[in-house]
């Protein structure tokens, strides 16, 4: 079967896989070291129980569920290859945003698949079909770029050893549920809205998905570049930040700061790539520097192997874009690039003087 990890607890292993027979991708849930053969087999169960009731292109189907070697299995039929945790690390590596329509999309279609589950009632439980929980763990991305939501019936990515929930992955959850009371639909759309909430930081621009239109296709183009090492799809004028973003810039590029104010130093090679960005910025919006160029600019007339040059470059990135570059700072095919629409400020020692003078006479 060839499986390849996709979420492994101590309570079940999630895993993309090939079928023996005939070749196809499949998803594969087997127990983990403290899950016993008869528990993994109830949970296994209740999952196919309540999948049958389902029929949503984004709930996989059981395609078969037994014993292989004395260890109880059950298969989804779906060709997933990562899950939306690992997806957001790879997009906070690659220094991906979302635009606001693709993200927007991708919560719909979730949505929508959910409504689907909720117009079923659950012969066993007499009540709506819900799942309850949810979390990135949930929605499993295939390498064309297309998602699945899991977890109906038990939550199997996320269960733990004795049934409790592996707290290193953040699940979402109504006040109700966490109280212990059944789910409902509108928990269930509680759940979604706070999973969607704490996406926002990978999301183009501050305002996340509010207000656009929905673009599943384009997210499932986004996940397909990623996951294939592409640039990524270039951000259509309506998927655009409504604003464009802002970077002020101190005296000699000694600190940096966005629309929230917050001023980060920089030290001197992070100093020299801004101002490297910068000036590309104003010869050519659209031009980008290659890593080379970066890596020449923040760190001039050293010759440290490709590797390493590249892996400096990559960490003097991480770190502007956690002082808040994030919508900043593009990557494309060329290298990297400051927005073009972003707006470049400089403030002068004047200004600042002027600044922290008021600062300190405020009652």
């Given at each position: ?7 492994c607890?101590d ?8 079928r ?14 403290a899950?016993s053969?008869?528990?993994a ?21 059981v ?5 292989a070697d004395?260890?109880?299995y059950?298969?989804l039929?779906?060709d997933a ?13 690659a ?7 693709s ?7 979730l949505?929508e698949?959910m ?12 009540r ?6 949810v979390?990135c ?8 770029g297309?998602w ?5 019936g038990?939550?199997a ?16 959850q ?5 109280a ?5 639909p ?6 979604l809205s ?5 996406l926002r930081?990978?999301v ?5 998905s ?5 673009d599943?296709e384009?997210?499932a183009?986004l ?6 090492g592409r ?9 655009a930040?409504?604003c464009p973003?802002t970077?002020?810039?101190g005296?000699?590029v000694?600190?940096?700061a ?5 001023k ?9 790539i801004v101002?490297?960005l ?9 031009a ?5 160029e970066?890596?020449?600019?923040g ?7 490709a590797e ?9 990135l991480?770190q502007l874009?956690?002082m808040g570059l994030?919508d900043?700072?593009e990557r ?8 073009p ?9 004047r200004t ?12």
């Amino acid at each position: 079967m060839n499986p390849r990890p996709i979420r492994c607890r101590d309570g079940f292993h999630v895993v993309s896989a090939t079928r023996a027979g005939d070749a196809r991708a499949c998803v594969v849930i087997v127990p983990g070291p403290a899950a016993s053969a008869a528990r993994a087999d109830a949970a296994f169960a209740e999952i196919e129980r309540v999948h049958a009731l389902l029929d949503h292109p984004l709930i996989p189907k059981v395609a078969a569920r037994g014993v292989a070697d004395g260890t109880p299995y059950i298969e989804l039929a779906c060709d997933a290859e990562i899950d939306g945790v690992d997806l957001t690390r790879l997009l906070h590596d690659a220094g991906w945003n979302v635009p606001p329509g693709s993200a927007a999309g991708l919560i719909a279609s979730l949505h929508e698949a959910m409504q689907a589950a909720h117009a079923v009632t659950d012969p066993k439980r007499g009540r709506p079909v819900c799942i309850g929980r949810v979390s990135c763990a949930d929605v499993l991305f295939s390498r064309e770029g297309r998602w699945y939501l899991i977890g109906y019936g038990r939550d199997a990515p996320l269960e733990g050893a004795g049934q409790e929930q592996v707290d290193r992955v953040l699940e979402f959850q109504a006040p109700e549920v966490a109280a212990g009371g059944e789910p409902t639909p509108a928990g269930d759309d509680t759940a979604l809205s706070l999973l969607a909430l704490s996406l926002r930081h990978a999301v183009q621009g501050s305002a996340a998905s509010c207000g656009e239109a929905p673009d599943p296709e384009g997210f499932a183009s986004l996940v397909a570049s990623l996951l294939a090492g592409r640039a990524p799809p270039p951000l259509s004028s309506d998927a655009a930040p409504a604003c464009p973003p802002t970077l002020f810039l101190g005296f000699e590029v000694r600190w940096i700061a966005t629309e929230d104010g917050v001023k980060h130093s920089l030290g001197h090679a992070l100093s020299r790539i801004v101002t490297a960005l910068v000036d590309r910025h104003d010869e050519a919006p659209d031009a980008s520097l290659s890593l080379q160029e970066l890596l020449d600019a923040g760190w001039p007339g050293e010759r440290p192997v490709a590797e390493a040059g590249a892996n400096r470059v990559y960490v003097a990135l991480t770190q502007l874009r956690r002082m808040g570059l994030r919508d900043v700072i593009e990557r494309n095919e060329h290298g990297y690039r400051l927005a073009p629409r972003a707006v470049i400020r400089f403030v002068s020692p004047r200004t600042e003087r002027a600044r922290s003078q008021v600062t300190r006479s405020a009652p």
